[in-house]
Nanobody, 116 residues
Framework: QVRLVESGGGLVQPGGSLRISCAAS????????MRWFRQVPGKEREFVAR????????IYADSVKGRFFGSRDNNNALSFLQMNNLQPEDTAVYYC?????????WGQGTQVTVSA
């Protein structure tokens, strides 16, 4: 079955950087677009980044453009989100997403906290 497992979250100071990862299994990873979302309590899940199948084309939310960078390793079924110049408003649970045969799949999320 489809499984997505995020990792790499943590506590970072404002201005710092963090790279989070998503390990995928149960589907042909290289044939699927990967996305990153984030969510804070009481708010809807928010789109962050989209990574094309071959990892060469990207779409970013305006709020992270120029600071966050997506990538992927199709040989090892991994998706990454490099987050630079993190700010307190980036604090959230970050989720990776894949749409497989019309269904949305999510990982359990990884907490990113930006605080001094």
């Amino acid at each position: 079955q489809v499984r997505l497992v995020e990792s790499g979250g943590g506590l970072v100071q404002p201005g710092g950087s963090l790279r989070i990862s998503c390990a995928a299994s149960g589907f042909t990873f290289r044939e699927h677009v990967m996305r990153w979302f984030r969510q804070v309590p009481g708010k809807e899940r928010e789109f962050v980044a989209r990574i094309s199948r071959d990892g060469t084309a990207f779409i970013y939310a305006d709020s992270v453009k120029g600071r966050f960078f997506g990538s992927r390793d199709n040989n090892n079924a991994l998706s990454f989100l490099q987050m630079n110049n993190l700010q307190p408003e980036d604090t959230a649970v970050y989720y990776c997403n894949a749409q497989v045969l019309g269904d949305d799949y999510w990982g359990q999320g990884t907490q990113v906290t930006v605080s001094a």
